[in-house]
Every structure is written in structure tokens, then in C-alpha cells.
């Protein structure tokens, strides 16, 4: 099985800046993509930012060039840094991992629980 455990999520002004961190346990071997994905409400989820274990990098049309996704492959953990933030990027942020190689096993679309991210003055 895959923990996932989110943080940083919280209220911010538009203009302003958030990180949030993802990290993963599990008796873990590997991660091949790591990413984040949210969810507006009266909206579907979509795809904000994904991550290879190669730093391959892939980015929502909406958030490219204000949000940067990274991650530690040591510490199997995945960031993303949201930068000039809007109010239409308010929404509840999952963490996803792809094709996880445990001890147990292998596991594809693992997702933490949310994180709230609201974008309001």
C-alpha cells in the first residue's frame, strides 16, 4: 500500500504564493510520475502538473509559467511551487502517483486526500 501525506495548502491573496509537498511511504522501490491535480467546485478534476522519476515535467495550459512542480526522488516526495496566484486556481489539490513499485507491489493512481487551496482578498 501507498501513504500519501499532503501539506501546505491554506488561504492566500491573489498574487500570492503557495508551496505544497507530497510525500510518499510505503516500503517504496520506486515513482515513476508524480503530480497534482485539483478540483473547483461544479467542476471536474483536472491536471495542474506532473513529474517523471526523469524530471520530465507537464503542465496544465492555465498554471504554465507561474506554477513549477519538482520533486526528490530520495525522499519520494513531489512539490509544487504556485506562483501569482488567481482566484480561479481556489480549489481542492491531490497528490497522484503513477506506477508506485513497493515491497508489496505495484500500484497506478494512488491519490492523497486534498488540500484546500482558496485565492481570495
Known amino acids: 500500500q501507498v501513504q500519501l501525506v499532503e501539506s501546505g495548502g491554506g488561504l492566500v491573496q491573489p498574487g500570492g504564493s503557495l508551496r505544497l509537498s507530497c510525500a510518499a511511504s510505503g516500503s517504496i522501490f520506486s515513482i515513476y510520475a508524480m503530480g497534482w491535480y485539483r478540483q473547483a467546485p461544479g467542476k471536474q478534476r483536472e491536471l495542474v502538473a506532473t513529474?517523471?522519476?526523469?524530471?520530465?515535467?507537464n503542465y496544465a495550459a492555465s498554471v504554465k509559467g507561474r506554477f513549477t512542480i519538482s520533486r526528490d526522488n530520495a525522499k519520494n516526495t513531489v512539490y509544487l511551487q504556485m506562483n501569482g496566484l488567481k482566484p480561479e486556481d481556489t480549489a481542492v489539490y491531490y497528490c497522484?502517483?503513477?506506477?508506485?513499485?513497493?515491497?508489496?507491489?505495484?500500484?497506478?493512481?494512488?491519490w492523497g486526500e486534498g488540500l484546500q487551496v482558496t485565492v481570495s482578498s
Open positions: 513529474i517523471t522519476s526523469g524530471g520530465t515535467t
Open positions: 497522484h502517483t503513477d506506477s508506485v513499485l513497493t515491497a508489496r507491489g505495484a500500484y497506478d493512481d494512488w
